[in-house]
């Protein structure tokens, strides 16, 4: 794929969404969203509305080959900046500044499993997203955080 497919698909994307991308990395989903079983493998996108996961069929050539049909089912969900309370990295914060020197340490040396969560409400309810990431955590939670998150009510104020 070229740079000219790579920014079709994305100028695509943002009209779908509505919005404009902030960032996006290859992911695993691992749990939380209502009513999806994980783990499922897609793309992370940050988009300035929100966060969208979605996966995509694969098309590889051992399955032609050996003519296997594979039962694909197509996954896509966005959480709203409005439903999100908070997007951080596990094991940490939002920034590598607050993650104790011990716990960066054993991230970094692959001994801690690397997440980065999600956690937002439905009907008042606190529910956390899980997803492995490609990209770098830290970097992914400070696109949202400069890019994404609105005022508080404290900022409205």
Known sequence: MDTHD???????????CH?????????RYITGYPMLQGPITGLLYIM?????????EKDHWVDKVFRV????TPVLFCLENRYITEVSCYPGQKNKFRIP???????????????LLVNYTIDGNPCIIRFACAESLLSLC??????C???TVLEKK
């Open 6 to 16: 790579i920014d079709t698909f994305w100028r695509e994307k943002e009209k779908e």
């Open 19 to 27: 919005s404009t991308l902030v960032k996006a990395s290859f992911a």
């Open 48 to 56: 300035k509305n929100g966060i969208y996961f979605e996966n995509f």
């Open 69 to 72: 049909k594979i039962d694909f």
């Open 101 to 115: 020197l011990r716990k960066r340490l054993s991230a970094v040396l692959g001994l801690l499993p690397q997440h």
């Open 142 to 147: 400070a696109a949202y955080y400069r890019d």
């Open 149 to 151: 998150k609105t005022t």
